[in-house]
């Protein structure tokens, strides 16, 4: 068996796939490699990783160079919990203002430049910054946080009553489109499964056990989040029943809704097409 490299997302919305992983639950012929999303599609993208979370806006720039594994993503069927922006204003008051989004991210930050234009229409200026919430909220009137850093300010604004209007973005992608949300997709790179099948295989395979351990042992994954962020028991035992993991056609459709968006906005050069690993056909 190839000795392999596997990226993980550090966010909480990956804890469900790799507890199992982590815990030598299930064997891994590999390596973890740990990092945040921008990262991580940086290490892939130049071939340091096999396989890893990949941004969904990443892989409609480079959908040729890679395959998605079938039945998992990063998603949500409206709110997210975990892709939020503060702002000062309401957002449809947000005309000429100075925004502030994570270095983090890529696909949240397409996904709120696309909700400014078509679903709000007003126009903004985006500004990448360094995560962190009342730092950027001095310089920008609006800031987009993901991940374990939006919980935690969202927990902030809470505890202390700051004046921030908070917006779910997975939320208002739901009451634009109607649709879902797909945040980021496992890919594998495709002249490393064309060249190792049965790999290729065995990585999904064992992807999709690892979430379903995860998702059978939610006391234990609240207890090692708890752990890891300090955030509320509460609020995390909530954040692993409100993430979404599923990647059937349901969710291929509002995948490429974004991108059908994101081509509209210039931000993607052509249509995009789903090659998914197992599957004869491409869908888009």
């Known amino acids: 068996m190839t000795w392999l490299s596997l990226g993980q997302i550090e966010y909480l919305n990956c804890l ?3 507890h199992a992983l982590e815990e030598g639950l299930i064997p891994l012929n590999g390596e973890l ?3 945040p999303p921008t990262r991580l599609n940086r290490m892939f993208l130049e071939g340091v990783l096999h396989c890893t979370p990949l941004s969904s806006i990443e892989y409609a720039k480079h959908a040729g160079d890679c395959f998605i594994l079938p039945h998992l993503s990063i998603a949500s069927d409206g709110r997210v919990a975990s892709v939020l922006f503060f702002s000062h204003l309401p ?3 947000l005309e000429g203002k100075k925004i502030c989004v994570t270095t983090a991210s890529a696909t949240s930050v397409v996904l ?3 909700l400014f234009e078509h679903y709000y229409h007003v126009e903004v200026e985006f500004h990448p910054v360094k995560a962190d919430l ?3 909220l001095e310089m920008g009137e609006g800031v987009l946080l993901i991940g374990d850093n939006a919980m935690q300010a969202h927990q902030l604004v809470i505890r202390e009553g700051l004046p921030v209007f908070v917006t779910d973005l997975g939320q208002a992608w739901k009451d634009f489109t109607g649709e879902k949300m797909v945040y ?3 890919v594998i790179r495709r002249e490393f499964a064309e060249a190792h099948p049965q790999e290729a295989n065995a990585m999904a395979e064992l992807l999709y056990s690892s979430l379903k351990i995860g998702m059978n042992n939610l006391p234990v994954l609240v207890k090692k989040a708890h752990r890891r962020t300090g955030l509320p028991p509460q609020v995390l035992e909530d954040y692993f ?4 993991y599923n990647f059937d056609d349901s969710y291929r459709r509002a995948l490429l809704t974004f991108y059908d968006y994101a081509y509209k906005s210039g931000i993607i050069e052509e249509r995009v097409k789903l090659f998914i690993w197992g599957e ?3 869908q888009g």
Request: charged share 25%.
């Open 16 to 18: 469900p796939v790799y």
């Open 33 to 35: 490699v740990k990092g």
């Open 91 to 93: 957002v449809t008051e």
């Open 112 to 114: 709120l430049r696309i």
């Open 134 to 136: 009342k730092t950027m």
């Open 184 to 186: 980021a997709l496992w």
């Open 241 to 244: 029943h409100t993430i979404r």
């Open 280 to 282: 004869d056909t491409c």
